[in-house]
């Protein structure tokens, strides 16, 4: 059973930084792609950043461009996103996931969801 570990989030007042890891079991980050979802109550789950598994290709969310950084280490079973100049809005439950890059989009592989780690950007 694949499973994800999130961690690394915290309360911060706009403008902070953050950096996120997700631990997966295995070497799926190296088979797939991998990549950052958040959801904020009331919202829908949405792609924050994601990356092909040899990181060929990669992809931000319009509202995080130019502040975030997704990345992997070099074994493939972690995976980090670098969060700079933070706002409120970026506030959500982080997850984790491996994807998989298809028809210029990326896709969720694993109904498996982690329990997330909570970022909270308010002052």
């Known amino acids: 059973q694949v499973q994800f570990v999130e961690s690394g989030g915290g309360l911060v007042q706009p403008g902070g930084s953050l950096r996120l890891s997700c631990a997966a079991s295995g070497y799926i980050f190296s088979i797939y792609g991998m990549g950052w979802y958040r959801q904020a109550p009331g919202k829908q789950r949405e792609l924050v950043a994601a990356t092909s598994s040899r990181s060929t290709r990669t992809t931000y969310a319009d509202s995080v461009k130019g502040r975030f950084t997704i990345s992997g280490d070099n074994g493939k079973k972690t995976m980090y996103l670098q969060m700079n100049s933070l706002k409120p809005e970026d506030t959500a439950l982080y997850y984790c996931?491996?994807?998989?890059?298809?028809?210029?989009?990326?896709?969720?592989?694993?109904?498996?969801w982690g329990q997330g780690t909570q970022v909270t950007v308010s002052s």
């Open positions: 996931n491996a994807v998989q890059y298809g028809s210029g989009i990326y896709y969720p592989k694993f109904d498996s």
